[in-house]
């Protein structure tokens, strides 16, 4: 078969740590997209889980599904994370 698991291909280097925030489904679809761009071979562009996870929540730290982040995601993208403020 030539199935290669992700994680042979990019390694723990590519895993988000959202640091206990709870906003790991926001920090998923950024690894999520930075891979996926990086397997089109675009040039590597940090991308931001909170920025997503914000917006899915219009700004209120209430958590979020996978699903809720991946429709944001296909509809709206992703900001690069040198332009999301934290805090």
């Known amino acids: ?8 291909v990019f390694g723990d280097a590519w ?15 950024a690894s ?5 761009r990086a397997k089109r071979g675009l ?4 991308l931001s889980g909170d920025g997503i996870y914000a917006a899915v929540n219009r700004g ?4 979020s599904g996978l699903e809720n982040n991946m429709v944001w995601l ?3 993208g992703i900001p690069p994370a040198e332009l999301v403020q934290i805090g």
């Open 60 to 63: 209120v730290d209430q958590g």
């Open 74 to 76: 296909r509809d709206n």
């Open 32 to 36: 999520a997209m930075e891979r996926a």
């Open 15 to 29: 895993i988000k740590d959202q640091d206990g925030v709870g906003a790991c489904a926001g920090y998923a679809a």
């Open 1 to 8: 078969s030539s199935w290669v698991k992700a994680a042979e």
């Open 43 to 46: 040039v590597y562009v940090e």
